[in-house]
């Protein structure tokens, strides 16, 4: 039998227990609380015009109380990604791959996160821009030029090989266009130069106007040759060219503003040195500037980006640093775009014509 003074004892434990139990799951919605606090659609680089076609990630950044699996959805215009996700305490930053835009105009761009049985969070949307490019493809074609039968038998065909992969992609990255309308071919077809062609210094140093533009006439007729609807020609010269040639270790690219279908960068150039020659092609000028003190390298990035190919970040703040790719190589740099050579690049396709 119970007695009352253990009834009483009963209901103060069981109100306890209740009181205990609706505090702890008070304390676990705190620590879990799921809020989405920046959603960004980003193809290249932030808070820039998309362009229509070129493949797009939607980035959320969101905060959790604890660590917790969560529900995340994303859209970008009729365009949804949702995922279950793994978030660590604190705030967290994802990318989620979308359907490119397919067609100008403004095009809302959300996230919303809650819990994986759907409960709590919230939803933020922003909108973005898409627009339509005129001139929405590049055709490039590599051509290997003036590699002697020494340069063959060390370097080729690997060098050439990785030249071609890394510039290709990093190219096709990093410009505002669509990553199936850019297309390089690679030429296995070595074009020799001539005596003249090659001798673009006299034996003083003075460079030969003349034979340079005849250099550059010849890359650009053989290219175009290969292919003739070709927008640039790519002459890929063997490692160390413009040291023989030019007397100067410190050049790998160089391009020509009379012959401006063609440019010729070493195969032991960066990752980055096509895009800058291609730069050139579009009427971009050098941010590096060596008669400083101390020399500029390059101007810095302004925005935060994304590489989709290899799903890597860029952060501006990253050691080493990062120059957007209109400066100098540096082996000790990191390259990518800043917003005022991308919106140049963009403004020009967008106009149809190259310079």
Same mark, same amino acid.
């Given at each position: ?41 980003? @193809? ?38 949702? @995922? ?81 992969? @890394? ?93 401006? @279908? ?35 390298? $390059? ?5 935060? $980006? ?45 106009? $149809?014509?190259?310079?």
């Amino acid at each position: 039998m119970i007695r009352p003074s253990n009834l009483r004892s009963l209901a103060i434990g069981v109100v306890l227990l209740v009181a205990a139990l609706a505090l702890t799951t008070a304390d676990s919605a705190a620590q879990t609380a799921l809020t989405v606090i920046d959603v960004k659609a980003v @193809q290249v680089i932030e808070d820039v015009p998309l362009v229509v076609g070129k493949a797009t990630v939607v980035k959320v950044v969101v905060t959790a109380g604890a660590t917790t699996n969560a529900r995340l959805a994303v859209s970008l215009g009729a365009s949804t990604n949702v @995922q279950t996700v793994r978030l660590a305490g604190g705030t967290n930053t994802l990318y989620f791959p979308v359907d490119p835009p397919s067609g100008p105009g403004t095009l809302q761009v959300s996230a919303t996160v809650s819990s994986t049985g759907g409960a709590g969070g919230n939803q933020l949307t922003n909108t973005v821009e898409a627009v339509a490019l005129q001139k929405n493809s590049l055709k490039v074609i590599l051509l290997p030029v003036d590699w002697s039968n020494q340069d063959l038998a060390r370097n080729y065909p690997a060098r050439y090989n990785s030249f071609a992969s @890394q510039s290709s992609d990093f190219f096709k990255a990093s410009y505002p266009i669509p990553d199936g309308n850019l297309q390089i071919t690679k030429s296995t077809t070595n074009f020799m130069l001539t005596a003249d062609e090659r001798a673009i210094v006299d034996s003083v140093g003075n460079l030969n106007w003349a034979n340079i533009m005849d250099m550059y006439s010849s890359i650009a007729l053989a290219g175009l040759r290969e292919m003739p609807d070709a927008d640039l020609v790519v002459g890929v010269l063997p490692p160390r060219w413009f040291a023989r040639n030019l007397n100067d270790p410190t050049v790998v690219g160089l391009e020509l503003q009379a012959v401006r @279908q063609a440019v010729a960068n070493q195969v032991d150039s960066d990752y980055a040195t096509l895009a800058h020659e291609a730069g050139h092609v579009f009427g971009l000028l050098d941010d590096y500037d060596f008669n400083l003190n101390p020399p500029k390298i $390059g101007d810095l990035l302004d925005e935060p $980006g994304y590489w989709l190919s290899q799903g890597k970040v860029i952060n501006p703040n990253e050691t080493p640093t990062y120059y957007s790719f209109m400066g100098a190589s540096d082996p000790s740099s990191q390259y990518w775009v800043d917003r005022n050579t991308y919106m140049a690049i963009m403004q020009t396709l967008e106009s $149809g014509f190259l310079p």
